[in-house]
């Protein structure tokens, strides 16, 4: 017997084919190892004393300054009301605003302790009823992240710009139309967003519209009731003219606003004194429902500047954090009232002015829901997160009667950040630490009596630096890129301006000749990570690696190292929250040195060219916030416009008197110290080296496959589908005339079978019913286990034609030259025994052999048991993919396969051949490539039908491709002395090399294709999610156009197949984008396993599949 093709009985070639890959795959290992291991250890770069004269001055202190003092504290007796609700405990409620970045950190700190969350995501615009609605992807994705997602009540404000709008509210109020146009949109919004409701908080009414404000609650409320949607409405503490009785009636809930005391238009006093708190919640839970009313608890406070002579006072409101920075910086001690139980301080500031500060905190949110408990109201609600000690989270959450001061006594670090100095260049100056206060309780009532910050919790104190009047650093991030940077630096050249690049890692890895001309002529080039993520939501880890791999390259690249550092998405010279000056402090802790900005045009968003120098122009003269470095962008998208503004806006600069300087003039450094030498010796620059080439080859190689793959999708379609037109219009014009049935050729048939009792004779019956009288049937059983034998003889007892030939198990070729011997026949057609054919597909195959030069024909095959998804996929596939390629070689002359399953030969080719290749699992194909060089002429009747049955499981199918596709790696392996050979040009230069485009490389590295564009999807909808203010689409564009070309032209040969067969299966032709998906996925993994054991010399069996006797000519339409 031959042996097998690729086969190594000695095992040789498996051991050196393991042996060479283990050893390149340990070398490999070991090269990103080291590499890997040298970004584990990040620089030390010396570190920098910076000199700026114009630092702010410290804070004078000074004893803190006491309020008059007031009789002691009159304890009121607290109410002990049964409450009216069922709930075991009150809802936690958090109002949230998008503006601020401390807001949405304490939203992502304190999800999990929330039944309720409030956000400011509606505005009133105008008196028309129209929603103004802000977009906050960020915080949608971190309330839908909570182990049990609290319901969504949105506010629905009369605010803009921190103004309450009143006469618009009395105009939409009192407008009937207004009205019902703004309850619709709510609850279109509602069904839309999926928000549970809303709160509404419409203020500075006019009497006329308070008095009809109730109506349009209860409006609201028969519009969204039936909708399974609550309405909640805000009501003044303390407003015992205002209608908050009709409100609550007309509402699903009254949310008491219990603060603003005293507020920052008014006389300085305690936000929500304890006496004030008490009267006012005795008078509203008199005349509310308990259960049906919802808290509001402040968590700010109020700094007054006291008159002094002319000057007239003034205040701020602020946050927890900024209350106890400022007692810090002053040295002032907070202590708490005793008549009004609220924390209080005073201090002077830099120009003698004296400052009273009132604050509310954990200690006065533990007094207020001790009292308020007793009614048992419907909920608490935090106004507002982001500016409240962080203790309260500890009271907020609690049953009824069971708020518990534990744990209020140790502060938490400030959530906060505190500037000092002008300029851009950043310095961490102070990190946060914990504080310390002492509580006194009264013994009766078991509030907290007295207050006094022994300790006060510091956040982060950053030192700017860099102010120089009169001086304008150009900065340009993201780069570089290949089409941009360059007319960037083109035109920096010829304007002899100096500018300042902030590179990305990767795009450096792309273009490291860029960054060499941005060094070699004179520019600044800083850090802006590898990735550009969003360095203050990523482990610090990676903030390193991040850092460290950049810094790496870049010293591979020029031999310097980055002292400039500007992390990603932080807007503006002021990081915001501590999560991210964490993060510049850990850049510091290496060496880096932080640059912000604070003039940014918004080129990203593809202004006009005139908008970008206006823009930057007018914010270089504004003298409030007064900024000197101008973020511009390089790459991330379409960057014409900046370039088109780019030498007008030098231009502009100059003209208005200032001078261009770089980054590191502005902190009073050289180029050389900025980008000092790298200290690093040569073998670790060479690991770098290496190790930056390996991942750069790696993605050139799948960035060249990706291309390749679409090219040579659009290579196939090009090259098919002229090929299967000009062969249908030829069968049309030369198809031979049939044959007479009676005086024709005598046809022998021959069906190898092995274990095929249950599809056998309705194989050979079908054969028998043929419209063709010559002919002869033998049936070969291959040493079948089963009663193949039996079946036959039973069936075909009385059949003359019909003759059974049985022997040892030696293979389908062997079995088929047993056969051969005994035929009498001109032509020989040979079949799989589950193959069925229709009347007419003998006498169309044995037409064409009145034409001495054919030595085969290949029929049509298609499939017979259409009877589940992975049959009807494989039928599509036969029709769109196997029948189209044969029609396209047929028109060349150059078919590859006369199928197994519908082919006939001239005996006498055969015997020329020497029979049916025992070598290859694919003995059809082998036999009809050796045809070809042989000089027989192969020809494709598609009218010649039979209908076989296709593997019904995935298992099955992948069984029967690998078979193939072994097989065909055999064959094309086997027949390489036919490639690119002139005698037969026709199969060398365009059927072979078609096979190992096709069939091999295309298959292997078409679900790259699949593979890249869902990484762009999850790259850029990651980007859009979480930095949509950035996010540009055009990096996923140009990949999902190349995508879309190459499904549109898949799709589309696909079509053409189907249009080209009477019999395709039209009724499944929905799922072909589908099925074209799935198959380029599996017939990778068996094109991969075949190269594999090819490699590997392993012996592959015929793979016998199950039978099951469902494939039915009558099936198929």
Not at 58 to 65: D, K, P
Not at 485 to 502: G, R, S, V
Not at 706 to 721: E, K, M, N
Request: negative net charge; hydrophobic residues 45%.
């Amino acid at each position: 017997m031959a042996e097998l093709i690729f086969h190594d009985p000695t095992g040789r070639r498996q051991r050196m084919v393991r042996l060479s890959g283990g050893l390149v795959l340990a070398f490999a290992a070991l090269m990103v190892a080291a590499f890997f291991a040298t970004l584990a250890f990040a620089p030390r770069l010396p570190g920098l004393t910076l000199k700026d004269p114009r630092v702010l001055q410290a804070l004078h202190q000074e004893t803190a300054h006491r309020l008059k003092g007031r009789q002691a504290w009159t304890k009121i007796p607290h109410p002990r009301v049964p409450g009216t609700g069922g709930a075991a405990r009150p809802l936690a409620v958090g109002f949230y605003v998008s503006w601020d970045e401390d807001s949405r950190t304490s939203l992502r700190d304190n999800i999990n302790q929330l039944d309720v969350v409030s956000p400011q995501w509606m505005a009133i615009s105008g008196s028309g009823g129209e929603l103004e609605i802000t977009s906050d992807p960020e915080a949608r994705a971190i309330i839908a992240s909570a182990k049990k997602p609290p319901s969504i009540l949105p506010g629905v404000y009369n605010a803009k710009d921190g103004t309450f709008n009143g006469p618009a509210a009395d105009a939409l109020i009192l407008n009937p139309a207004a009205r019902n146009r703004l309850v619709q949109n709510l609850a279109q919004q509602a069904q839309k967003r999926g928000y549970a409701g809303y709160v509404f908080d419409l203020e500075n009414l006019s009497p006329a519209a308070s008095a009809a404000y109730p109506s349009l609650i209860a409006q609201a409320r028969a519009a969204l009731k039936p909708l399974g949607r609550e309405v909640w409405v805000t009501a003044p503490f303390a407003d015992e003219d205002g209608p908050v009785k009709a409100l609550q009636a007309a509402a699903d809930a009254v949310v008491l606003m219990a603060y603003d005391q005293h507020w920052g238009g008014g006389q300085p006093g305690p936000a929500a004194g304890e006496e004030w708190f008490e009267h006012e919640l005795e008078q509203r839970m008199s005349e509310l429902d308990p259960a049906r009313t919802v808290m509001a608890l402040g968590a700010y406070g109020y700094d007054w500047t006291l008159p002094k002579g002319k000057d007239a006072g003034a205040s701020t409101a602020v946050t927890f954090t900024e209350a106890t920075q400022a007692a810090y910086d002053s040295g002032a001690q907070p202590v708490m009232d005793d008549t009004e139980l609220n924390p209080h301080f005073g201090y002077r500031d830099d120009s003698g002015r004296q400052h009273t500060v009132w604050f509310l905190d954990a200690s006065t949110l533990f007094n207020q829901i001790k009292v308020a408990d007793g009614f048992r109201p419907m909920g608490y609600a935090l106004w507002r997160m982001g500016g409240e000690d962080q203790l309260v989270w500890k009271v907020l959450p609690h049953s009824y009667g069971q708020v518990s001061p534990q744990g209020l006594d140790l502060l938490k670090p400030g959530q906060e950040v505190d500037f000092d100095g002008q300029g851009e260049i950043l310095h961490v100056q102070a990190t946060p630490k914990p504080g310390h206060r002492t509580l006194e309780f009264d013994p009766d009532t078991g509030l907290i009596s007295g207050e006094t910050y022994d300790a006060l919790p510091t956040s982060y104190v950053i030192q700017r630096y860099g102010f120089h009047p009169g001086w304008v650093a150009l900065t340009f991030d993201d780069g570089p890129d290949g089409r941009w940077t360059p007319k960037i630096l083109d035109i920096l050249k010829e304007k002899h301006a100096p500018a300042t690049f902030f590179v990305i890692g990767k795009n450096m890895q792309r273009f490291p000749d860029l960054v060499q001309r941005e060094v070699r002529e004179g520019h600044d080039v800083g850090g802006h990570t590898w990735t550009h993520p969003d360095i203050a939501y990523i482990p610090a880890a990676q903030t390193v690696v991040e850092l460290t791999a950049t810094q790496r390259l870049f010293e591979t690249i020029t031999g310097r190292s980055q002292r400039l550092f500007r992390p990603p998405f932080f807007g503006d010279a002021e990081p915001s929250t501590p999560r991210e000056v964490s993060r510049v402090e850990l850049a510091q802790q290496q060496g880096y040195m932080t640059v912000g900005l604070r003039i940014d045009p918004d080129d990203w968003k593809k202004p006009t060219p005139q908008y970008i120098i206006d823009t930057t122009i007018a914010r270089l003269q504004d003298t409030v916030r007064p900024g000197q470095v101008v973020l511009l962008h390089d790459s991330g998208g379409d960057r014409s416009r900046t370039v088109q503004a780019l030498p007008a806006l030098i231009d502009q600069i100059r003209a208005h008197g200032y001078q261009l300087v770089t980054i590191a003039q502005l902190a009073g450094m050289t180029q050389e110290q900025a980008m000092p030498p790298t200290t690093r010796s040569s073998i670790e620059l060479m690991l770098d080296r290496l190790g930056f080439g390996f991942f750069h080859d790696v993605e050139m190689l799948l960035s060249w496959l990706f291309i390749s793959a679409i090219a040579l999708g659009v290579a196939r379609l090009l090259f098919l589908a002229p090929l299967a037109l000009w062969h249908r219009w030829r069968m049309a014009k030369r198809t031979p005339a049939d044959l007479d049935p009676a005086t024709g050729p005598l046809v022998s048939v021959l069906i190898p079978c092995f274990n095929e009792e249950k599809v056998i004779v309705a194989s050979a019956r079908r054969i028998l019913a043929s419209h063709w009288d010559r002919l002869e049937v033998l049936v070969l059983d291959d040493g079948s286990s089963d009663r193949t034998s039996e079946v036959v003889r039973e069936a075909f007892a009385d059949e003359p034609r019909v003759r059974l030939m049985t022997f040892e198990n030696g293979g389908k070729a062997l079995a088929l030259n047993r056969g051969m011997k005994e035929v009498k026949g001109e032509v020989i057609v040979a079949l799989d025994a589950d193959t069925l054919f229709p009347p007419d597909t003998i006498p169309k195959l044995a037409r064409w052999f009145a034409d001495p030069r054919v030595g085969a024909v290949a029929g049509n095959a298609l499939v017979g048991n259409r009877n589940n998804l992975i049959t009807r996929w494989q039928a599509l596939e036969y029709v769109t993919a196997q029948n189209l390629e044969r029609r396209a070689l047929a028109a060349l002359g150059a078919v590859t396969v006369v199928p197994g399953a519908v082919g006939a030969w001239r005996t006498s080719a055969l015997e020329a051949l020497g029979g049916y290749p025992a070598d290859t699992l694919a003995e059809d194909q082998d036999l009809t490539l050796g045809a070809q060089r042989a000089g027989w002429r192969v020809e494709f009747d598609p009218d010649a039908r039979a209908y076989t049955e296709a593997p019904e499981t995935v298992a099955g199918l992948l069984k029967q491709r690998f078979r193939w596709s072994f097989g065909t790696l055999q064959c094309i392996w086997k027949h390489r002395a036919g490639l690119f050979d002139l005698k037969h040009p026709v199969l060398g230069f365009v059927a072979l090399p078609q096979i190992w485009m096709f069939q091999i490389f295309l298959t292997a590295i078409a679900p790259l294709v699949d593979l890249a564009i869902i990484w762009s999807l999850v790259t850029s909808l990651y980007s859009w999610a979480f930095h949509w203010q950035e996010w540009s689409p055009d990096d996923l564009i140009r990949p999902l156009s190349y995508w879309a070309a190459f499904i549109f032209l898949d799709l589309s040969a696909g079509a053409l197949g189907m249009a080209m067969e009477r019999r395709a299966p039209w009724a499944d032709v929905a799922w072909m984008p589908v099925q074209r998906f799935g198959y380029r996925q599996l017939m990778y993994s068996v094109v991969v396993r075949s190269i594999d054991a090819a490699l590997n010399g392993a012996r592959v069996g015929w793979g016998k599949l199950e039978r099951r006797a469902t494939a039915a000519v009558e099936n198929v339409n």
